[in-house]
Nanobody, 126 residues
Framework: QVQLVESGGGLVQAGGSLSLSCAAS????????MGWFRQPPGKEREFVAS????????YYADSVKGRSAISRDNARNLVYLQMNSLKPEDTAVYYC???????????????????WGQGTQVTVSL
């Protein structure tokens, strides 16, 4: 098991940028695929991005591709999500997740992850 705590959410104007962080506890952080998901108001949770155990392979949802970057620092047990050119439709609670057995290469299903953070709110205003 790994415990996850997100930070970095907040209110930002459209077109702006935001960097989210996720701190993980536990000695086996590098053994987990890490992902970011989000849940917009009134909608289901959706995949945003994932990064492989070594940090090399990364996948993004089409909705954020080209505007976001996921990265991880295994020495510090941290995973990041940099988001640029933010849009009002990016407003959501953002969750960090850790998993070990993915059903697809993209690790884009929430069921691929069994450890979740509490979430951090991102609000993008016009």
């Amino acid at each position: 098991q790994v415990q996850l705590v997100e930070s970095g959410g907040g209110l930002v104007q459209a077109g702006g940028s935001l960097s989210l962080s996720c701190a993980a506890s536990g000695r086996t952080f590098s053994g987990y695929v890490m992902g970011w998901f989000r849940q917009p108001p009134g909608k289901e949770r959706e995949f945003v991005a994932s990064v492989s155990r070594g940090g090399v392979v990364k996948y993004y949802a089409d909705s954020v591709k080209g505007r976001s970057a996921i990265s991880r620092d295994n020495a510090r047990n941290l995973v990041y999500l940099q988001m640029n050119s933010l849009k009002p439709e990016d407003t959501a609670v953002y969750y960090c997740a850790a998993g070990q057995d993915c059903s697809t290469y993209q690790c884009s299903f929430s069921t691929d992850y069994n450890n979740w953070g509490q979430g951090t709110q991102v609000t993008v205003s016009l």
